[in-house]
T-cell receptor
């Protein structure tokens, strides 16, 4: 199943590094999301984009910077992260808001050392 | 009170058993409801949407009780491959805000 792809699948970075996560959806959806999943915690919504416009920023620290150049691509730029930012970062898309199901990418497992 | 609450389990059941999970939500304005399954170290995958009238997909049945603010998932004739974590997801009406529960872990034993 390749509806939503994410790269890289695994990433180890130091606290002073800058890296980017990439997400691409091939479903023709209008909305894209970034989630963080830490151990034993529910998925936390980070950012939402609809038609390339950011509609939600869930009080995420500025060391996470999203970018949505078009409705098919979504990036998450990372810089000066902390060890507690280590988690699984999941990208999702949906046709639109509300009644529509979300489809997830395989995630990027991030470790900050 | 958490916005979406699930019993974390684990629920250990033998093959062929019937098992049911509940999920409660706090926001009465919630409009859309979903069940996802998540295997270890994998992404959540949609299992089924939950409709007001209830819906069934093979061995899986989902129900919504708006008065008591909970949704349920019933799995009949459990298979080993059903072992996973089942996530309850609730959407606030008119928003992009999907609230996830922490999940209920199911282990089906041979």
């Amino acid at each position: 199943e390749t509806g939503v792809t994410q790269t890289p699948r695994h990433l180890v970075m130091g606290m002073t590094n800058k890296k980017s996560l990439k997400c691409e959806q091939h479903l023709g959806h209008n909305a894209m999301y970034w989630y963080k999943q830490s151990a034993k915690k529910p998925l936390e919504l980070m950012f939402v984009y609809n038609f390339k416009e950011q509609t939600e920023n869930n009080s995420v620290p500025s060391r996470f910077s999203p970018e949505c150049p078009n409705s098919s691509h979504l990036f998450l730029h990372l810089h000066t992260l902390q060890p507690e930012d280590s988690a699984l970062y999941l990208c999702a898309s949906s046709q639109d808001q509300g009644d529509y199901e979300q489809y997830f990418g395989p995630g990027t497992r991030l470790t900050v050392t | 009170r958490k916005e979406v609450e699930q019993d974390p389990g684990p629920f250990n059941v033998p093959e062929g058993a019937t098992v049911a999970f509940n999920c409660t939500y706090s926001n009465s304005a919630s409009q859309s409801f979903f069940w996802y399954r998540q295997d270890c170290r994998k992404e959540p995958k949609l299992l089924m949407s939950v409709y007001s009238s209830g819906n069934e997909d093979g061995r899986f049945t989902a129900q919504l009780n708006r008065a008591s603010q909970y949704i349920s998932l019933l799995i009949r004739d459990s298979k080993l491959s059903d072992s996973a974590t089942y996530l309850c997801v609730v959407n606030e009406a008119g928003t992009y805000k999907y609230i996830f529960g922490t999940g209920t872990r199911l282990k089906v034993l041979a």
